[in-house]
């Protein structure tokens, strides 16, 4: 059964997926907003997709039809009260800022539809609040599936501008009314379906800092990631470098060019091993340029 109070509320980004199906299949133990952004031709306005009434206790089949409109739905799950926002929009920085609006539990917690989350996570989560009640923002520990390890903590420490940029979202859990006071939202040119490739964690993560909350991180884990595709990856291309630069503007300003190199320094003989060092900084160069020339949102 789900927790017996209202504290905690899972914030979840989905794309084309069985929205209903994702808090059994990730093992959700709270109250949840899934935004599942429709995208393939597979759920336009000739070919709706029509969901399992039994599956997903719907009471009315008919509102499950998804046409060419925005929809909400609010199902249960093991006493959870789970709201499905389905949205004919892509971006995950959107997605994001869509549930966060939509939130109004005390403790927030992102996540994303490839994570199966422990038993007594939801719990665990609370009790790390409780006991740490100097943190706005905590990032828990998700094992990332093999080969996408970007960070793993062994202990409670504060996080700072030395070591913000490794976390993702489903590693981040909040005070919803010091997130709402800060202002601070995801940016919608980085990520999946935006202009940019991924960094839009690390940017959310850097404006909390820039805005005062205080940011720390936990040993304590609550979930693994399933295995599948990247879907930004796909290799050291040409914009995989570029849009790094992009990013390295708006996190580091007058350092992008400095810090750059220092990261494409550090992970030469795997990232550059095919175009070279020196061309994989001029990329990155004109990607940082281009950066100055664009509006943050």
């Known amino acids: 059964m789900g927790l017996s109070n209202e504290r905690l509320q899972i914030l979840i980004s989905a794309v084309d997926k069985d929205a209903c199906f994702l808090p059994k299949i990730m093992k959700i133990e709270s109250d949840a907003i899934i935004v599942d952004q429709l995208i393939r031709e597979a759920y336009n306005a000739e070919n709706q997709m029509v969901l399992s009434e039994k599956e997903c206790n719907a009471n009315d089949l008919d509102s499950r039809k998804i046409a060419n409109e925005n929809r909400d739905e609010e199902i249960e799950y093991n006493g959870n009260k789970v ?31 490839d994570i199966v989350y422990d038993a007594g996570y939801g719990k665990k989560i609370l009790a790390e609040f409780d006991a740490h009640p100097e943190a706005d923002i905590l990032l828990f520990n998700v094992k990332a599936q093999e080969g996408r390890e970007t960070y793993w903590n062994e202990d409670y420490a504060r996080v700072t501008w030395k070591n913000y940029g490794r976390y993702p979202a ?11 006071k800060s202002g601070v939202r995801y ?40 295995a599948g595709e990247s879907t ?24 992008a060019y400095a810090l750059g190199f220092r990261f494409l320094y550090k992970n030469r003989v795997e990232m550059c091993a095919e175009k070279g060092l020196f061309k994989c900084f001029g990329l990155l160069a004109r990607g940082v340029k281009h950066g100055k020339t664009i509006k943050k949102v």
Not at 87 to 103: M, Q, W, Y
Request: some cysteine; proline content about 2%; glycine content about 12%.
């Open 83 to 113: 709201t499905i926002l389905y949205r004919r929009e892509k971006g995950v920085g959107l997605s994001r800022n869509t549930a966060l609006d939509r939130a109004d539990h005390e403790i927030i917690q992102f996540g994303d539809d």
């Open 170 to 180: 489903y590693a981040i859990c909040g005070r919803l009314d010091k997130i709402r």
């Open 187 to 226: 940016s919608l040119l980085f990520g999946g379906g935006a202009p940019y490739m991924n960094g839009e964690d690390s940017l959310f993560l850097h404006d909390c800092l820039k805005a005062g909350l205080s940011v720390y991180r936990t040993d304590v884990p609550i979930g693994h990631e399933r």
């Open 232 to 255: 930004w990856f796909k290799g050291y291309t040409d914009k995989f470098f570029f849009d790094r630069g992009v990013l390295y503007h708006f996190l580091y300003g007058k350092l």
